[in-house]
């Protein structure tokens, strides 16, 4: 059960904003559109994993940037703005809000930010600690 309703959600200072199939059925909800636009206006940092990036384009926040998502929502993402620089192919960009591909990818785009936070020795640790090789480095 959630401990918040859209209301009373307390300020998020990084906003991620997870992927899936459920995504499709938010684009058209108004309510949650308006949360995300809300909380990205607030947040130091605006992430998405998976299809979650297409909650961001439909409100605008990717405008003019390059961004990625899954493979099999690329299309859709295009569709929903075409200032959009849709990146094929690769895992994670930055341009501002970090988007990341598949659910895998999500992994490095966790690791881009703490680089981005933290710097690249925290990541390296990080990764080493857990045995995770991320695959980052050249789309960041």
């Not at 401990?3 to 949650?32: C, E, M």
């Not at 299309?75 to 849709?86: G, N, P, Q, R, Y």
């Not at 192919?89 to 930010?113: L, N, P, Q, Y």
Request: glycine fraction near 8%; aromatic fraction near 6%.
């Amino acid at each position: 059960m959630p401990s918040y309703s859209w209301d009373t959600a307390p300020p998020i200072d990084i906003l991620v904003i997870p992927g899936g199939f459920g995504t499709r059925g938010l684009l058209g909800d108004a309510a949650a559109l308006a949360w995300i636009r809300d909380a990205a206006s607030r947040a130091s940092l605006v992430t998405s994993v998976c299809s979650g990036a297409l909650l961001l384009a439909q409100n605008g926040l990717l405008r003019g940037r390059r961004a990625t998502t899954h493979w099999a929502a690329l299309d859709l993402l295009a569709s929903l703005d075409a200032t959009i620089d849709v990146q094929r192919g690769v895992r994670v960009v930055s341009d501002t809000i970090v988007t990341s591909a598949g659910v895998s990818a999500g992994m490095d785009m966790a690791f881009a930010v703490v680089e981005k936070l933290h710097g690249p020795e925290v990541a390296r640790e990080t990764a080493h600690y857990i045995e995770y090789v991320p695959q980052y480095q050249d789309t960041v």
